[in-house]
């Protein structure tokens, strides 16, 4: 199957973050940071929508496969881009969702975890791959494969490295086939992922 990787258009957001919910909604990582199974799918679908809006999809940064042009999406990247990403008034929009999806109760240990990720990002300028999901229709067929290539791509034009959290054993060997290098576990509690640097392919 050809793969065409495009930029997701702003009214896809509901498309990809229901992609993004039914994919990862299982991942231990996923699980610490919003836990329970009550309404679950829709709190994903909910807390991913606000995530994509808060800067990477006006940001132009979320990448798509389709089987075609235009077509129905099989993946999704969420690239967010070095810089100040969007304004905050946006952000404080999206965060009233992202606030129903954790719950008021477990809100204080989710800060705090990603106050975690976020120290043990790199401080020099780089590119950031939050997330990466396969439809399950697709999986095998070199859908995140394609995406990666395509992400990656822009981010050797631009000279910089790229960051990432692998949660999972198999997603470790597979960025690792594509230059990134694993260089120590994310200090989080429950299951910890593996932070992972890849330099650009010029240097």
């Known amino acids: ?22 994919a990862l909604g299982d991942d231990p990582v996923i699980r610490a940071m919003v836990p329970g199974d009550r309404d679950r799918t829709a709190r994903l679908v909910a807390m991913h929508v606000a995530q994509l809006r808060s800067g990477p999809l006006p ?3 979320v990448d798509v496969a389709r089987a075609e042009p235009g077509g129905p999406v099989l993946g999704v990247a969420v690239w ?11 952000r404080l929009r999206q965060l009233p969702a992202v606030v129903r999806a954790i719950g008021l109760r477990h ?12 120290r043990h990002r790199p401080r020099r300028p780089h590119w ?8 399950p229709d697709a999986r095998g067929l070199g859908v995140g494969s394609a995406l990666l290539r395509h992400g990656l791509a822009r981010v050797d034009a ?7 959290e692998a949660t999972t054993d198999a997603s470790r060997r597979l960025y690792e086939r594509f230059g990134f290098v694993a260089t ?15 330099e650009p392919a010029a240097a």
């Open 107 to 118: 809100l204080p240990t989710a800060a705090a975890q990603m106050a975690r990720y976020e």
């Open 184 to 198: 120590g576990p994310v200090p989080v509690r429950g299951p910890r992922p593996w932070a992972m640097l890849r």
């Open 128 to 135: 950031y791959l939050e997330e990466i999901a396969v439809g």
């Open 59 to 61: 940001g132009g940064s």
């Open 80 to 90: 967010h881009a070095p810089g100040p990403g969007a304004p905050l008034g946006e």
């Open 1 to 22: 199957m050809s793969v065409v990787v495009e930029t997701a258009r702003p009214d896809e957001a509901a498309a990809c973050a229901r992609l993004l919910a039914d």
């Open 158 to 164: 631009a000279g910089l490295p790229a960051y990432l």
